[in-house]
T-cell receptor
Framework: SQQGEEDPQALSIQEGENATMNCSYKTSINNLQWYRQNSGRGLVHLILIRSNEREKHSGRLRVTLDTSKKSSSLLITASRAADTASYFCATDEGGSEKLVFGKGTKLTVNP | GAVVSQHPSRVICKSGTSVKIECRSLDFQATTMFWYRQFPKQSLMLMATSNEGSKATYEQGVEKDKFLINHASLTLSTLTVTSAHPEDSSFYIC??????????FGPGTRLTVL
């Protein structure tokens, strides 16, 4: 079942701009993760944020989590053309190892 | 980081044939692996959980006789698409986790059924 819902579905920006993607989910979670997928490739894990955390940083990435609203955001600062990819949020299901993925946001960073 | 491989990366087969896809964890042991399916421009849908030494757990709507999963060792799980049809054409991705937190994904297998 699809739990995470990202928005926007597609985002096109210029290099150097910031990109913000949002994700909403429906049930209680232990953690939420963001993944990146280049076209036709596997997924790369970007960042994990636990349910008791509100914000986390990793390089140019900033993730927030609002469990009261069941939502998360991924901010990529100073975007580069190489950031062009699809980004998915994924939540654990009932604390198991199973991941439920959102529909994803396709990000295009124009040089 | 942990590495998960898949083989083959791309396969084209005729309708009615069976195709086996391998998923290996290269530098760690995984008692559980997951198989996902991804249609073009869509998200990943979990098909089944592969458990080492026991039967796989399939998600609702996934035919277990159609998608045979074998997890023979702590580093290898296989997915066999039996009697493949064009509608089975998709991108199949496996994942394995060292812990409950982080899953490492394979590079995926593109299956095209003619």
């Amino acid at each position: 079942s699809q739990q995470g819902e990202e928005d926007p579905q597609a985002l096109s920006i210029q290099e150097g701009e910031n990109a913000t993607m949002n994700c909403s989910y429906k049930t209680s979670i232990n953690n939420l993760q963001w993944y990146r997928q280049n076209s036709g490739r596997g997924l790369v894990h970007l960042i994990l944020i636990r349910s008791n955390e509100r914000e986390k940083h990793s390089g140019r990435l900033r993730v927030t989590l609002d469990t009261s609203k069941k939502s998360s955001s991924l901010l990529i600062t100073a975007s580069r053309a190489a950031d062009t990819a699809s980004y998915f949020c994924a939540t654990d299901e009932g604390g198991s190892e199973k991941l439920v993925f959102g529909k994803g946001t396709k990000l295009t960073v124009n040089p | 980081g942990a590495v998960v491989s898949q083989h083959p990366s791309r396969v084209i087969c005729k309708s009615g044939t069976s195709v086996k896809i391998e998923c290996r964890s290269l530098d760690f042991q995984a008692t559980t692996m997951f198989w996902y399916r991804q249609f073009p421009k869509q998200s990943l849908m979990l098909m089944a959980t592969s458990n080492e030494g026991s039967k796989a757990t399939y998600e609702q709507g996934v035919e277990k006789d159609k998608f045979l999963i074998n997890h023979a060792s702590l580093t290898l799980s296989t997915l066999t698409v039996t009697s493949a049809h064009p509608e089975d054409s998709s991108f199949y991705i496996c994942s394995a986790g060292r812990s409950t937190d982080t899953q490492y994904f394979g590079p995926g297998t593109r299956l095209t059924v003619l």
